[in-house]
């Protein structure tokens, strides 16, 4: 999945030196995430479902 055009966000929790993922809106059933620190690494795509109960149990701690 290509990140072109995309615009990425990172938590508000993050430390000062970015160190965390980034995720992009997607219009598909898939949650693109990347490393902040190497983008050139790639593009990790996770179904919005997981996305959904995973962020759902960081919220409950």
Do not use: F, N
């Not at 993050?14 to 965390?20: A, D, I, L, P, T």
């Not at 997607?26 to 593009?43: H, Q, T, Y």
Request: charged share 25%; aromatic share 4%; glycine share 6%.
């Amino acid at each position: 999945m290509s990140d072109t055009g995309r615009v990425w966000r990172k938590s508000t929790y993050s430390s000062e030196q970015g160190e965390c993922v980034e995720v992009a809106h997607s219009e598909s059933a898939l949650i693109p995430v990347r490393d902040s620190k190497d983008i050139s690494r790639g593009v990790l795509t996770v179904p919005i479902t997981s996305w959904a109960a995973m962020t759902a149990g960081l919220s409950r701690q």
